[in-house]
């Protein structure tokens, strides 16, 4: 019963920003590591960035400098901030609960970079 609901995605221009949200239920929230990827069109789903149980954050070189992650353990609600956005991040992104064990996926929200 382990559901992830992704939400925020949408068209946006060139150097715009968007925040990705993602609720998650039937897991304990608070013990989960939490990701998210995304999976450009024609290409394979790609790591963006992970956030621990206990808050530490890791990015891909894409996202380095762009994009932050951060949790809300009262909402079990993990975030994606994209800032400075650009064509190449045109992808389907997804949330993911504990990456590095049972990985549950969400169902992706598209997000657009174009002008």
């Known amino acids: 019963q382990v559901q992830l609901v992704e939400s925020g995605g949408g068209l946006v221009q060139p150097g715009g920003s968007l925040r990705l949200a993602c609720a998650a239920s039937?897991?304990?929230?608070?013990?989960?590591?939490m990701g998210w990827y995304r999976q450009p069109p024609g290409k394979q789903r790609e790591l963006v960035a992970t956030i621990t149980r206990g808050g530490y954050t890791n990015y891909a070189d894409s996202a380095k400098g762009r994009f932050t992650i951060s949790r809300d353990n009262t909402k079990n609600t993990v975030y994606l901030q994209m800032n400075s956005l650009k064509p190449e991040d045109t992808a389907v992104y997804y949330c993911?609960?504990?990456?590095?064990?049972?990985?549950?996926w969400g169902q992706g929200t598209q997000v657009t970079v174009s002008s």
């Open positions: 039937g897991i304990i929230f608070s013990a989960n590591a």
């Open positions: 993911i609960a504990n990456p590095w064990g049972s990985r549950y």
